[in-house]
């Protein structure tokens, strides 16, 4: 039987989406389904065996809008496998070392018995919302600092933890 996925990002100026759509076709290739979107748009998570859970980050904090699926999800994802991202470091040290997760990733991560957290680089580029963003775009501290082929890997091995086929490369 084929493992359902959903992969439920908050994200304010896209980022976070973009990563959740490489983890969402990651799976897909490993031969799952699954489903990539808002997590402010999830209604139910019932009829998934799989959630990965991504955040922005912000000011150290996770999107609100992960904290509060978590929140409005928790006793349906207590009996599924919960895996969570954050995506923020606007410099390569996502790829350099583990970040751990933020206060909030972290409280998400220990009420839901969560498997595993990744942080990944994000991404800050002109038309960017909000003041600070735009600061810090001004500032010439913006810049695209996700790597999508870590992003890949981390869902393969998720998939392979959980029992999926993965390709061969």
């Known amino acids: 039987m084929t493992q359902r996925a959903l992969v439920a990002y908050g994200t ?9 759509e490489v983890v969402g076709e ?6 799952m389904e699954a489903e990539v979107c808002s997590a402010a748009e ?4 019932t009829s998934y065996d799989l959630v990965v859970l991504g955040g922005a980050l912000y000011a150290g904090r996770w999107h609100g809008d992960a904290v509060r699926f978590a929140r409005r999800h928790r006793a349906e ?15 390569p040290s996502a ?40 600061m810090i775009v ?15 890997a981390w869902a393969a091995d998720m998939a392979l933890k959980l029992g999926a086929e993965v390709p061969q490369r």
Not at 26 to 31: D, M, N, S
């Open 12 to 20: 304010k100026n896209g980022s976070t989406a973009g990563i959740a």
């Open 26 to 31: 990651a799976l897909r290739c490993c031969g």
């Open 42 to 45: 999830v209604e139910d998570v």
């Open 77 to 91: 994802l207590l009996h599924r496998s919960v895996w969570l991202f954050s995506s923020g470091p606007l410099d």
């Open 95 to 134: 790829g350099e070392r583990n970040i751990p997760p933020v206060r909030g990733a972290r409280r998400v991560m220990d009420r839901l018995d969560a498997r595993e957290h990744a942080t990944f680089g994000g991404r800050l580029e002109q038309g960017a919302q909000g003041r600070m963003a735009r």
């Open 138 to 152: 001004a500032s010439g501290r913006g810049g695209d600092f996700r790597d999508f082929g870590a992003i890949s």
